[in-house]
């Protein structure tokens, strides 16, 4: 079993950063793959970047790219989401998972096993 706890949430004008942590304690950390995903009001869950268990390799959305950095420690069992040019549209709860049945970067949540319970992240204009 796998418990993901999320922080760093919080309100930001645009233009601004935040630094979105997670850590991990159950299973070997460093044994799965990571992913940050976001869900705003009235819009389905979407995907935002996703980190090899290495931290080798990453992936980003194009909404994010350039602007976001996914990263992990590993010896701290936490996965970090770096968020910089943050824009309204930025807005929602973000969530941390960990997916430990696939290899490589996986960008679907129906691939991801564990789930933390979400930081609220809200950029005003």
């Known amino acids: 079993q796998v418990q993901l706890v999320e922080s760093g949430g919080g309100l930001v004008q645009a233009g601004g950063s935040l630094r979105l942590s997670c850590v991990a304690s159950g299973r070997t950390f460093s044994s799965y793959g990571m992913g940050w995903f976001r869900q705003a009001p009235g819009k389905e869950r979407e995907f935002v970047a996703a980190?090899?268990?290495?931290?080798?390799?990453?992936d980003y959305a194009n909404s994010v790219k350039g602007r976001f950095t996914i990263s992990r420690d590993n010896a701290k069992n936490t996965v970090y989401l770096q968020m910089n040019s943050l824009k309204p549209e930025d807005t929602a709860v973000y969530y941390c998972?960990?997916?430990?049945?696939?290899?490589?970067?996986?960008?679907?949540?129906?691939?991801?096993?564990?789930w933390g319970q979400g930081t609220q992240v809200t950029v005003s204009s």
């Open positions: 998972a960990g997916n430990l049945r696939f290899s490589g970067l996986r960008t679907t949540d129906t691939e991801y096993d564990y």
């Open positions: 980190i090899s268990w290495s931290g080798a390799r990453t």
